[in-house]
């Protein structure tokens, strides 16, 4: 049994400085990886984000490998209230005064009823996914072919995709077309300055253009009144209340006031599953699969054609997913390799143990416990080569898909009312693999141009199939 290694620094200077390495100067991954090496140990005590007295105390102890981490999913013996973002919550004023669903511990008796609600808006709209997704899919790659033709040499997909998550999930949930409405084509626009002052002080380093000084003067200093955004947020309760049978439901079968019907269901479509689709999901995975390259997009796309319908991806997607081993491993590499959200928190229920690959440490009732995800899904012990991106990877190896955790629940698991996996995780993972059928159906190849990143790619002129 072992002292957590580590220590706070000076009260107020020590989290400063260790915001700064996290930010600017080292970044996220490094900054995990320097102190693992410096304390050799996958658990100790660091300040997390955001560090200014302003904020909540941010000490914590991070937990960063296979043995250790997965204690933050385990419902009973942590308390998941107002930690969604770590010991940063921000103001209900965001949303409507209404506590969503995300800050909710699974003890409070809200969050079983909120989350058999979110269940149920997916479940309702199920037959409607996929259509959506095709139309929007083909609405956006049209849109990229049509700036590729016009003479440009390569195509900004990032507002492309967003545009596609926005359009998919406002018509099959909202079930109305936001650009026959008063949103017109800027639901994606409101959504991000919403989402982005909301998060500002947990956002990454350099998500403005600012210098990193100047930055964290404008963005981690205090949190940011919601009243840099009301206007945004109330054109976007106008489009929501367009949700009738959602909204119906909400109101009959939850008990929920239609106010507070609006707010939550906003958040789960506006933030939960667009920013993940929008920011993450999309995104992600056309960069890792047009870096993985020609040979490979080649092998994939076989699997595929020969297991769908090309003429109707969305009618033949069910009955053809058992005959796509490849695909379904590729989905949950590239979410093994960058895991879409980064961050979990909970605060140990009562005194505990917790246990490294190599320790045992006792850890106080309350204390915030933080895992990063860059850092346990490359666990050495547990992955081999974990920094290859390596698509087979799963293939017939159903035990190591449990040790992929990107829905805050083990890979092998569904989402309960009783935990705080993600609700829409088998959701997401189907439409991340639909996703990559319709390229595919659409393309043999693409190819990115050299300046893409992650969350921004930009495509290169190509041949149709
Ligand atoms: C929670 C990821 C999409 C609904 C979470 C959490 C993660 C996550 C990591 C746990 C947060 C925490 O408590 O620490 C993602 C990603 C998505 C996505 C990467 C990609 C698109 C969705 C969708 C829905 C959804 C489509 C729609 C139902 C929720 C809800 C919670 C949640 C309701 C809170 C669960 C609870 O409190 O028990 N998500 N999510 N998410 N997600 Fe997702």
Known sequence: MKEVPGSYGLPVVGAQKDNLDFLHLQGEVEFFKSRVARYNSTVFKVNFIPGNPAFPDPRGIALLDQSSFPVLLDSSKVDKTNVFTGSYKASDDFTGG??????????????????????????????????????????????????LSSGKNKADMAPLLNQLAFQFLAKSIVNVDPLTTMLADQGPTHLLRWIGIQFAPVAPGNSTPLPGFAEDVVIRTAPLPFLLV?????????FFQL??????????????????????????????????????????????????????????????????????????????????????STVL????????????????????????????????????????????????????????????????????????????????????????????????????????????ARYKTFELSEDSTLNTPFLKPFARN
């Not at 669903?101 to 997916?122: C, G, I, M, Q, R």
């Not at 009301?230 to 106008?238: G, Q, R, S, V, W």
């Not at 019907?261 to 993450?280: D, E, I, T, Y």
């Open 243 to 328: 949700a009738a049978e959602m909204l119906d439901m909400g109101e009959k079968e939850f008990g929920l006031s239609r106010e507070e019907a609006v707010h939550q269901l906003l958040f789960l479509v506006g933030m939960n599953s667009w920013f993940g689709f929008s920011a993450r999901v999309l995104p992600n995975l056309l960069y890792r699969v047009g870096t993985l390259g020609a040979e490979f997009q080649k092998r994939l796309g076989d699997e595929i054609r020969a297991a769908i319908d090309v003429g109707d991806p969305a009618g033949s997607f069910y009955g053809a997913l058992e005959k796509m081993p490849l695909l379904k």
């Open 333 to 440: 590499e590239v979410f093994r390799f960058d895991p879409p959200v980064l961050y979990q928190y909970g605060r140990p229920r009562e005194d505990m143990v917790v246990e490294s690959h190599d320790a045992k440490f006792v850890i106080k009732k309350g204390q915030l416990l933080g895992g990063s995800q860059a850092l346990v899904c490359r666990d050495p012990k547990v992955f081999e080569e974990p920094d290859q991106l390596i698509p087979d990877r799963f293939v017939g190896k159903e035990e190591l898909q449990a040790n992929v955790f990107w829905s805050n629940g083990r890979n092998t698991k569904s989402p309960t009312a009783d935990d705080k996996q993600c609700a829409g995780k088998n959701f997401v993972e189907t439409i991340a693999r639909f996703y990559l059928v319709q390229l595919f």
């Open 230 to 238: 009301k206007a945004d947020y109330d054109k976007l309760c106008e």
């Open 98 to 147: 209404y506590r969503v669903l995300s800050y909710l511990d699974t003890t409070d008796p809200k969050h079983a009823t909120l989350k058999n609600f979110a269940f149920e808006v997916l479940k309702r709209n199920g037959r409607k996914f996929l259509p959506e997704f095709q139309s929007a899919f083909h609405a956006a790659f049209d849109a990229a072919e049509s700036e």
